[in-house]
């Protein structure tokens, strides 16, 4: 498979042909993967830590374990002072970078989320991600002048038709003027998409790979749909049935296709393939970790799907830990805040 390495052509065609990749050119996939992820992005894993800061959403995107209908989770929103108190603690273990995540409500003020990032950055030596939702130019603007480095906001499908059937009230062309709206501002973007929602095919997969590239994102975080029982596609099974090694391919697809992009080993990994999903995934093209910093007794509803780890506050994503974990693959522990690589800011 000496292709993937001179004279690429990015096209949904070879994507195709690479997420059917088998036997010894499956082994050689991987090797691509890593091989391209080490030249592009170093050795370095950085860690990201996640405050999920709260979980009232007003949508109801079918697959999503928060959804504003799901009665059967507790709902519950961080104070600002134990947002930053979680924070503060984090350079101390190697976490440069705190991700802010939440679903879409009005529950947190513009202003209220504008203070919690100025705050952390004058405070602490740590860049700031944010991940709340399609909102207005000006709301992003005024993040960003408050400090903040990043957003993330997965368009989660290419498949428009798809998009709108899942995401009920909103649509994806929104969801790509918001990208877009961040770009043009000059924050971070990320963006990702879920494997396998049920009606998607390989061709919505090569398709997705596709849309990251010709998107340009700063980071790309995808992972497998896992069904959630209290959702209204709870019975529903991955798009992949039984053939799990997809979701691997796709990221392998993905760094190859994206090779300048930080791609984080997501958590679902380790809900499909408890214990070794994320290691697999550093091998085999990403090279971000975030482990999960939401103070335990919250955790247990920000369940977004079943098996995600961690969820009932153990030590398994304890700083410590996650390090040991990263220089058991032979890799180092990212130093500084992990920024873009991309120059054109
Ligand atoms: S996916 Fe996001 S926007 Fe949709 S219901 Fe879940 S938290 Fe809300």
Excluded at 122 to 144: C, D, F, I
Excluded at 182 to 202: C, D, H, K, R
Excluded at 271 to 282: E, N, Q
């Amino acid at each position: 498979m000496s292709y993937l390495i001179d004279n690429i052509k990015y096209s949904k065609e070879l994507a195709l042909r690479l997420l059917c990749a088998e036997g010894p050119d499956l082994t050689e996939l991987y090797k691509a993967a890593d091989r391209i992820r080490y030249e592009h992005m170093g050795d370095e894993v950085h860690i990201r830590g996640i405050i999920e800061f709260s979980n009232i959403c007003a949508n109801n995107c079918l697959y999503c374990g928060i959804r504003a209908g799901n009665g059967n989770i507790g709902r519950y929103a961080l104070s600002a002072g134990e947002i930053f108190e979680v924070a503060s603690a984090m350079a101390d273990s190697r976490q440069m970078t705190v991700v802010l995540q939440s679903g879409e409500s009005t529950v947190f003020g513009d202003g209220e989320i504008g203070s919690i990032i100025s705050r952390i950055k004058k405070e602490t030596p740590l860049a700031v991600t944010l991940s709340a939702g399609n909102r207005p130019r000006e709301t992003y603007r005024y993040w960003q002048e408050c400090g903040m480095d990043r957003y993330l906001l997965r368009f989660e499908t290419s498949d428009p038709g798809l998009f709108g059937r899942l995401r009920p009230g909103s649509s994806f062309e929104e969801r790509l003027h918001c990208l877009g709206l961040l770009q043009e501002l000059g924050v971070q973007t990320g963006s990702g998409f879920m494997i396998g929602l049920p009606g998607e095919t390989l061709h919505t997969l090569a398709d997705n790979i596709l849309l990251c590239r010709a998107l340009d994102l700063d980071m790309i975080g995808i992972g497998p749909f896992i069904p959630h029982p209290d959702t209204p596609i709870g019975d529903e099974k991955n798009a992949y049935g039984d053939q799990p090694e997809i979701f691997f391919k796709a990221l392998a697809v993905l760094r190859i296709f994206n090779p300048d992009a930080h791609i984080p080993a997501t958590t679902a990994y380790d809900a499909l393939f408890p214990g070794k999903g994320r290691d697999l995934a550093l091998k085999r093209g990403a090279n971000v970790f975030m482990p999960n910093n939401t103070p335990a007794r919250y955790r247990k509803d920000y369940f977004l799907y079943p098996g995600k780890p961690s969820v009932d506050g153990s030590g398994e994503e304890s700083a410590n830990s996650v390090i040991t974990r990263i220089r058991a693959l032979g890799r180092k522990i990212g130093k500084g805040p992990g920024h873009s690589i991309k120059q054109r800011r």
